[in-house]
């Protein structure tokens, strides 16, 4: 128990923006390092937006300043949705200061990054790295608090190694009088392998008087509605899965609508992969560097193309645009399947990054 926290939370946690549809639990698209830039959010939107939108994280120190290619997902938001703002840092006055940049922006809030495993990350003591040090986030969160005139928001995970300040930390985010708390229901150094822990999501949601969002393996509009109601969660928070299904939170509109469910072809695919090339394409960057960027999402689509993993294998292999297009027509279009539905799950036995499974876990500091 940090003696600091014996006074009470100043306050109730303040309301959420209403969903897209009244009376629908929230969906929120996870903010993931390199991807979820203005062009992504664009790409999504145009296929049913999130009801929250998270920012890649704002890379706060002593020199830092507003990224304007982050800023740019806040100033030209391609839909109406409320934005938040990420933070990641561990200096109290570099953090204040960057909030009160923020006050000219028409953000949903400011969020805080403790959940980022990157290895570069954490051993700067930020990000995921914080979780060991329950007392130095209440101390961030307490000055957060006071500064941050809108809502109030954590990312975090489960724990660092284990789960041995849970509880602790679920005590700093009562005090701390947070608005939401995005929890990923897995450790750091678990990444993106381990099993995650929806217990962990379950004891939160009971604790804390603020909304709950499930992140973490939510893989298709049946596993949130099944995650949602298994652990109690206010929402979901969706990352990967997103880049594979980018229909997910219209699917998931549909599902609690009992509308028809959205079920993309296999040339809706394509279109996709078309509309995302062009999108995050920079004519400056040699070809094979926007091939390989492009790769990082293709990655995560692949998954649910074919069952023997022939789409990503030949995929990886491409080094120009031309070659790239020549394997998706070949496997989406050509080969007789563009009417075949996309796979509502990952196929089993593929995975994205083979090395690592942490795809954009590869967060830049500055």
Same mark, same amino acid.
């Given at each position: 128990?940090?003696?600091?926290?014996?006074?009470?939370?100043?306050?109730?946690?303040?309301?959420?923006?209403?969903?897209?549809?009244?009376?629908?639990?929230?969906?929120?698209?996870?903010?993931?390092?390199? +991807?979820?830039?203005?062009?992504?959010?664009?790409?999504?939107?145009?296929?049913?937006?999130?009801?929250?939108?998270?920012?890649?994280?704002?890379?706060?120190?002593? @020199?830092?300043?507003?990224?304007?290619?982050?800023?740019?997902?806040?100033?030209?938001?391609?839909?109406?949705?409320?934005?938040?703002?990420?933070? *990641?840092?561990?200096?109290?006055?570099?953090?204040?200061?960057?909030?009160?940049?923020?006050?000219?922006?028409?953000?949903?809030?400011?969020?805080?990054?403790?959940?980022?495993?990157?290895?570069?990350?954490?051993?700067?003591?930020?990000?995921?790295?914080?979780?060991?040090?329950?007392?130095?986030?209440?101390? *961030?969160?307490?000055?957060?608090?006071?500064?941050?005139?809108?809502?109030?928001?954590?990312?975090?995970?489960?724990?660092?190694?284990?789960?041995?300040?849970?509880?602790?930390?679920?005590?700093?985010? !009562?005090?701390?009088? !947070?608005?939401?708390?995005?929890? @990923?229901?897995?450790?750091?150094?678990?990444?993106?392998?381990?099993?995650?822990?929806?217990? @962990?999501?379950?004891?939160?949601?009971?604790?804390?008087?603020?909304?709950?969002?499930?992140?973490?393996? +939510?893989?298709?509009?049946?596993?949130?509605?099944?995650?949602?109601?298994?652990?109690?969660?206010?929402?979901?928070?969706?990352?990967?899965?997103?880049?594979?299904?980018?229909?997910?939170?219209?699917? /998931?509109?549909?599902?609690?609508?009992?509308?028809?469910?959205?079920?993309?072809?296999?040339?809706?695919?394509?279109?996709?992969?078309?509309?995302?090339?062009?999108?995050?394409?920079?004519?400056?960057?040699?070809?094979?560097?926007?091939?390989?960027?492009?790769?990082?999402?293709?990655?995560?689509?692949?998954?649910?193309?074919?069952?023997?993993?022939?789409?990503?294998?030949?995929?990886?292999?491409?080094?120009?645009?031309?070659?790239?297009?020549?394997?998706?027509?070949?496997?989406? /279009?050509?080969?007789?399947?563009?009417?075949?539905?996309?796979?509502?799950?990952?196929?089993?036995?593929?995975?994205?990054?083979?090395?690592?499974?942490?795809?954009?876990?590869?967060?830049?500091?500055?």
């Amino acid at each position: 128990m940090i003696s600091s926290l014996k006074s009470k939370p100043n306050g109730s946690p303040k309301p959420l923006p209403h969903s897209m549809v009244r009376g629908q639990w929230p969906t929120a698209l996870a903010p993931m390092q390199d +991807v979820t830039a203005l062009p992504f959010m664009k790409v999504v939107a145009r296929r049913g937006s999130p009801d929250f939108f998270f920012t890649e994280f704002f890379r706060v120190h002593a @020199h830092s300043k507003l990224d304007d290619e982050i800023l740019s997902s806040i100033t030209e938001n391609p839909t109406e949705q409320p934005v938040f703002a990420q933070l *990641i840092g561990e200096n109290i006055e570099d953090l204040k200061r960057t909030v009160c940049d923020f006050q000219d922006y028409s953000i949903a809030g400011i969020d805080l990054n403790l959940g980022c495993p990157a290895p570069r990350v954490f051993k700067k003591n930020v990000g995921g790295g914080l979780l060991r040090s329950p007392k130095q986030i209440f101390e *961030i969160l307490k000055m957060l608090r006071e500064e941050v005139v809108g809502l109030l928001s954590v990312k975090m995970r489960i724990g660092f190694e284990d789960d041995r300040y849970f509880d602790e930390l679920m005590e700093v985010m !009562i005090e701390s009088n !947070i608005d939401l708390l995005s929890l @990923h229901a897995r450790t750091v150094l678990g990444g993106y392998r381990s099993t995650p822990s929806y217990s @962990h999501v379950t004891k939160a949601v009971e604790a804390l008087p603020c909304p709950v969002l499930l992140n973490g393996n +939510v893989t298709s509009f049946n596993s949130a509605v099944d995650l949602k109601e298994l652990t109690g969660a206010h929402g979901v928070m969706i990352g990967r899965s997103a880049i594979r299904n980018p229909w997910i939170f219209r699917q /998931i509109r549909e599902i609690q609508a009992r509308d028809t469910i959205f079920q993309p072809t296999l040339a809706d695919v394509y279109h996709y992969i078309e509309d995302l090339y062009d999108s995050l394409e920079k004519p400056e960057v040699d070809e094979r560097k926007n091939v390989n960027r492009m790769k990082k999402f293709l990655n995560f689509i692949g998954l649910s193309v074919d069952a023997d993993g022939k789409f990503l294998h030949q995929m990886r292999r491409a080094q120009t645009r031309k070659e790239l297009f020549y394997i998706c027509d070949t496997h989406l /279009i050509q080969s007789g399947r563009c009417d075949e539905f996309l796979n509502i799950e990952p196929y089993d036995g593929l995975v994205a990054r083979p090395s690592s499974e942490s795809g954009y876990s590869r967060c830049k500091l500055g």
